[in-house]
């Protein structure tokens, strides 16, 4: 499958996923630290996708999985959507076509046993929507994805497992709650400061630009009485602009540190530069959002937000498929 190759948020290129991420063949999985699982299952690589399903489960004893068929882009009309299992009716999808109004894109699917035997045993879904033509979903990756999904929330060997009703079970640990510190009001700047020659030099040293007293922009914003969080363009490409950041304190400037969970290992790795950042000066909040490729439709965003001592991360998108995924459907790794 088309994968984007940026590490999050950091300039280096990807080796893996983050430990709550798996692909399967034409599936992804992706669950947040408390346990919210969401399961993609997109087109064949042969195929643009257009549509693909969506799979959710909550980490209670109780939760229920539910399920769609989402259409990549919504219509100023109303559309008819008839749905096939390898190219006929199916018990485990809506037997009449089913009506979409305007700027929707879901259809929702009864998650049961005949949905399950489905996904266990077909090959392709299709959507045809009238007047277009039909959107391909594969099936293959699905019970993989599903079993790690039953494996990651704790569920293997239990009757509330999808798939994996036998085998060794590891209970699911809730992460232990991070308490957010709440930083003294500041008043913003009213004007730039003057830019230290520490942060040029920086530019200069770490950065690939052809004129950095034009392209750097270094730009301040108040943390506290005391610190000025800096930001300096570092890197420009196609579709994405790298920015490096530094807090200056006493006259001495230091790199700002940004944690994100690691690609390659439990964990979280700090970088000092984000990709296309956007700075907030009244809730001391850093946002950024590395596109995989120009689309938009895949890659990382992060956000984070000053609480007096540090910069903590407080949400973490991620679609490691390049396959039309538009932002508002990515999963938030760090939900509740």
Partial sequence: MLRFAVLALALMPLAAEPQQARSFKDWSVLCAEAGHCTVFGFGPDTADTSAYVRIERGIGADAKPQAWIVLNEASDKDRQVSLTLDGTPSPALPGTPQRLPKDERRIRLSFNDTLIAALRKGSLIEAQI?????????????????????????RVGTPAALIAKTGKNTPFREPIPKLLRKPAPV????????????????????CSLENPAEQAQPEAVRLTDTKILWSAVCNIAAYNIDSIFFIEE???LKPAVFASPKLD??????????????????????????????????GVSGDWI??????????????????????????DLLAK
């Fill in 130 to 154: 009238a007047g277009a033509d039909k959107a391909p979903i594969s099936l293959a990756g699905a019970v993989a994805a599903l079993i790690w999904m039953d494996d990651y929330q704790g």
């Fill in 187 to 206: 008043t913003p700047l009213a004007e730039q400061p003057p830019v230290p020659p520490a942060l040029m030099q920086a530019v200069s040293d770490e």
């Fill in 250 to 252: 006493a006259g001495s």
């Fill in 265 to 298: 290992a439990p964990g979280t790795e700090e970088t000092n530069s984000l990709t296309l950042a956007e700075v907030e000066p009244q809730g001391r909040t850093v946002s950024s959002f590395a596109r995989g490729r120009g689309f938009g439709d895949c």
């Fill in 306 to 331: 000053w609480d007096g001592v540090e910069f903590r991360l407080t949400a973490y998108h991620f679609m490691p498929e390049c396959k039309g995924v538009q932002f508002e459907d990515w999963p």
